[in-house]
């Protein structure tokens, strides 16, 4: 007989708008205290202290545009963030400051969220939606210099990146791209080329969202349609479908593997937050919860196992934290 | 005193002649507490002392019996104690008979339900008693049967007549039952049909109550009469009296020896269930999974049975929400819409303005058709929306029905409701466009769809009250709050002046001044809500003006919600209507009104009514002194 679902361990509410995308940073050692970042449609940044369920800071950097992507470089002191007024902002929160350091001009009117690899210590590198249509730079941070532009060939009608990941084989290789197109394929790229390396075609409709094991080279994506897509990458460096999941309803916003590559949550547009087993694509899990659409999942990164918890961001304002499967 | 007679003659009539005389100077205190405990411990084994204790008893002349029996019945531990310090001088004495079964407990309310139990409990103690047991229910039955007896009566009296029948009741047997059965059923007919008709739910719990009591006690087999009604303290408490367990119940006459041990029996039994140990509730585990062995295939699924398709949405338009409220046969798009009703309206006041009547004739119809949580409220909040958006149009519609032939009481009563919810919110001054409006300095009106709205009225009439005084003392501590034009001061009269129109109009299906009297009492309270709220706006001298004539006509009504609608309605207009516009144009009608408050303070039954009335006359007085300390 198996249990209900579980609730949620605490609700954070507060930030007053639609919450788009969300960040963990719980790595730190004690007296640290484990932090998550939110980015909302009012332009907000919301750093929320875990230990008392409250807003610790509120960032205003995007002048009230909608924050789509936050990610944090090395540690919480260092943050990245993305908004619709076409930047990227880089903030400074060492000792209490909220200062903006420095800011990309992305000009690019999308919603595709950038990527970050580290490639060395304080060397970043950042894939994020170029100005034109179809294209992806690459950028390396902090020195804002340009390491490459992905342009698809001419005539492949690949439409916008809608979501892209960066990584690594192992540590020290040539970083990989990894695109998701309005299409509905998915591209690698390779960056020192500039090539594309191999496409697949998933979906039949745009790719909302992916993520990517980098161990077993294997991913996932999903779509406005009911379809998840599992593929993986063999030794040639090709893209194959290996298996395909039907869900109930239509529409996934945010996919995400747990750093231990054990479970993955989906946020769905049915308001519902779907938990798999990695390996099998077991589905484990459906949380009800929200109210509404779910824009953004996280996994927190604690060091600890059982303290692990996932995050999800909705359109009904509120961000949910459950703690599953520790 | 400690003597023992062994067989002489003596006479204690003097002894009784003291005591009568000491009791009826009101010294019953002090004597009876030292003589009941010394007698009850001499009584309890010596039979020659119960004759003694008797005989003093009888002895007393009759003008100091009833002082005497009076005292003794109250200072009596328990029943079978009084029965053994009065013997059957209930049954020889007339006096005594009078002041047991009619006095204290026809004419009198004020003791305790332990007097009651001691007093019944002696009557059911001897068979020579019982037959004035039978007799005391059938007179106590016909006082809480008669319907004048429940209006005129207070809620008090109502209530300790109730609690002698049960305790009654919970002392008759079978066999005295089945003699009365015929009679005890008629009026218990009677009564929970004057009781039920009462506006006052504490009189209709009580008369729920007893019936419920009653048909169990006469139709031990067949199906009994079950209310539904709220299970609060009193109820509970009479329903409590009903269980008798008297340790003692059958012997008659000379008392026994043996019936003694079991005096310092046990208390009623019942039993406190043991406590529970709570049951174990299955500890749920959030993390089912072994997440110490590798393999995923060990993480257990939990349920997901709940993963359905999503449901159909609610419409977006306005239009399209009244098509699917008139015509649609999908009940999921039904429930659908009525949820999503209210902020439709709000969010989109232009188009709802297109519409507004016919929706709001829609609403008011509106069946529930599906069992959606909350649909009284949801349809509530649906007309309020409607009518703040438009609301000189959709209030003409709404008060023109509310006249109209063949509405049902609940949508008449639901008219009423949403019209005052409607000026509530049209009255506040809207802060950031929210239509939350708390704010702490100002009582909040909550109208809830219960009936209890009279007891947050006489709340709010006091706080008002004390706000006022209050004001001089404070400064200016508060923020300022946005301020905006009075929305309700265009719309007042639309709400107020059809209402009050054709109240003395009968139609066939709907006599406000007949049958149904309780929506008069709430249509009184209505207009009282208005005309507060009215305050500030240009009509509220008409509106005064008019509903203080309203009020004169109603003055006599014999049913006190009513009543004390009509005194909240004279408190609007005091607090509502400008000092200075109440002394030039409203002279004679508030001259008028003062008499006849004085009148209430004085004579009529409710107690409510009388706080009401006092009220509103130093509401007057502090009128009067305001105006007379302002410079002219």
Not at chain 2, 492 to 515: N, S
Request: hydrophobic share 40%; with cysteine; net charge neutral.
């Amino acid at each position: 007989m198996a249990l209900p679902p579980p609730d949620p361990q605490f609700v954070l509410r507060g930030t007053s708008a639609a919450v788009h995308t969300l960040h963990f940073s719980c790595g730190s050692q004690e007296p640290a205290v484990p932090v998550l970042f939110s980015g909302s449609e009012n332009g907000f940044i919301h750093v929320w202290n875990l230990k008392t369920h409250r807003v610790d800071t509120a960032l205003d950097g995007h002048g009230r545009k909608s924050v789509y992507c936050v990610e944090t470089m090395g540690g919480k002191d260092q943050l990245l963030s993305q908004g619709r007024d076409q930047r990227i902002c880089l903030w400074d929160l060492a000792e209490g400051r909220t200062a903006v350091t420095d800011s990309v001009c992305t000009e690019n009117v999308g919603f595709c969220r950038c990527s970050l690899l580290k490639v060395a210590q304080g060397r970043w590198l950042m894939a994020v939606a170029a100005k034109a249509l179809e294209e992806v730079q690459v950028l390396e941070l902090p020195s804002k210099t340009s390491v490459c532009t992905l342009k698809p060939e001419v005539g492949a009608k690949l439409g916008m990146p809608m979501c892209l990941k960066l990584w690594q084989p192992n540590c020290g290789s040539q970083p990989l791209l990894l695109a998701g197109y309005e299409d509905g394929s998915v591209v690698l790229w390779n960056l020192s080329m500039g090539k594309a390396l191999s496409q697949l075609v998933c979906h039949q409709e745009p790719v909302m969202s992916l993520d990517f094991d980098s161990e077993k080279t294997k991913g996932i994506s999903g779509s406005s349609e009911k379809v998840l897509s599992i593929w993986s990458l063999n030794e040639q460096q090709n893209l194959q479908v290996y298996k395909t999941h039907k869900l109930v309803n239509a529409g996934i916003s945010d996919i995400t593997i747990r750093p231990d590559k054990k479970i993955l949550a989906t946020a769905g547009w049915d308001h519902r937050i779907r938990i798999f087993g990695w390996k099998n694509l077991k589905p484990l899990a459906v949380l009800d919860y929200h109210t509404a659409t779910v824009h953004a999942v996280s996994f927190s990164d604690h060091k600890i196992p059982s303290e692990r918890l996932l995050a999800a961001g909705s359109k009904d304002h509120r961000i949910s934290i459950w703690s599953i499967y520790t | 005193v400690c003597f023992i007679p062994g067989g002489l003659d003596c006479s204690i009539s003097f002894v009784s002649h003291v005591l009568g005389k000491v009791c009826v100077h009101g010294r019953q205190k002090e004597i009876l507490s030292v003589l009941v405990p010394r007698l009850t411990d001499l009584t309890k084994s010596d039979c020659i002392w119960q004759r003694i204790c008797w005989r003093l008893v009888e002895c007393v002349p009759d003008r100091w019996m009833e002082a005497v029996v009076l005292g003794f019945v109250q200072r009596a531990p328990r029943a079978d104690v009084l029965s053994r310090l009065l013997g059957n001088l209930v049954v020889k004495n007339k006096k005594a008979q009078f002041v047991v079964t009619q006095k204290m407990l026809l004419l009198q309310y004020g003791h305790t339900t332990a007097v009651l139990q001691n007093l019944l409990g002696y009557l059911a103690l001897d068979s020579l008693r019982r037959a004035l047991l039978i007799k005391v229910l059938k007179e106590l039955l016909e006082t809480w049967g008669s319907s004048s007896a429940v209006k005129h009566s207070p809620p008090e009296q109502q209530q300790y007549i109730s609690k002698a029948i049960l305790i009654c009741l919970s002392h008759l047997k079978e066999p005295e039952i089945e003699s009365c059965r015929q009679e005890l059923l008629a009026s218990m007919m009677e009564g929970v049909k004057c009781h039920l008709d009462s506006n006052l739910p504490q009189i209709r719990h009580l008369g729920m109550i007893v019936a419920e009591s009653i048909s169990s006690k006469i139709n031990t087999d067949g199906p009994v009469l079950k209310f539904q009604y709220e299970e609060d303290d009193e109820a509970r408490e009479l329903k409590s009296l009903l269980v008798q367990t008297p340790p003692f119940c059958v012997v008659p006459s000379p008392p026994d020896d043996d019936r003694n041990d079991k005096a310092d029996a046990a208390l009623p039994g019942v039993l406190e269930s043991n406590k529970k140990s709570h049951p174990a509730a299955p500890v749920k585990p959030e993390e089912e999974s072994d997440a110490e062995l590798d393999s995923d295939d060990d993480l257990i699924p939990y349920d997901m049975s709940e993963d359905k398709e999503l449901k159909t949405k609610a419409p977006v338009y306005i239009r399209d929400c009244i098509e699917v409220l008139t015509g649609s046969e999908d009940v999921d798009k039904w429930e659908a819409t009525v949820k999503a009703l209210e902020s439709l309206v709000r969010k989109n006041p232009a188009a709802t303005r297109e519409v507004s009547v016919e929706l709001a004739k829609i609403v008011l119809h509106l069946e529930e058709k599906t069992c959606i949580e909350g649909f009284v409220e949801l349809r509530q909040r649906a007309q309020v929306a409607i009518l703040t958006t438009d609301p000189i149009p959709v209030a003409k519609y709404l008060t023109s029905q509310f006249y109209s032939l063949n509405y049902s009481l609940r949508q008449r009563v639901d008219i009423l409701d949403v019209l005052v919810l409607a000026a509530q919110e049209l009255s506040y001054p809207k802060s950031h466009g929210k239509t939350k409006h708390s704010d702490a300095q100002k009582p909040c009106i909550q109208l809830l769809p219960s009936r209890d709205s009279s007891k947050d009225w006489r709340r709010i009439v006091d706080e008002r009250i004390k706000s006022k005084t209050r004001r001089f003392a404070t400064g200016q501590s508060q923020v300022e709050r946005a301020s905006g034009p009075n929305e309700f001061n265009s719309v007042a009269g639309h709400f107020f002046f059809p209402l009050i129109q054709h109240f003395d109009r009968p139609l066939t299906t709907f006599d406000l001044l007949g049958e149904d009297h309780f929506v008069l009492g709430r249509l009184v309270h209505t207009l009282a809500i208005l005309m507060y709220l009215a305050v500030n706006t240009v009509a509220v001298t008409a509106m005064g003006k008019a509903l203080l004539e309203f009020v004169w006509a109603l003055r006599f009504h014999t049913d006190s919600y009513v009543r004390q609608g009509l005194l909240s309605c004279i408190s609007s207009v005091l607090l509502s209507v400008p000092a200075e516009r109440l002394l030039e144009d409203v002279t004679e009608e508030l001259l008028e009104t003062q008499s006849w408050l004085g009148d209430v303070v004085e004579k009529d039954p409710d107690g409510d009514c009388k706080r009401l009335a006092l009220q509103n006359l130093l509401l007057m007085e502090n009128l009067k002194k305001k105006l007379k300390t302002v410079p002219s």
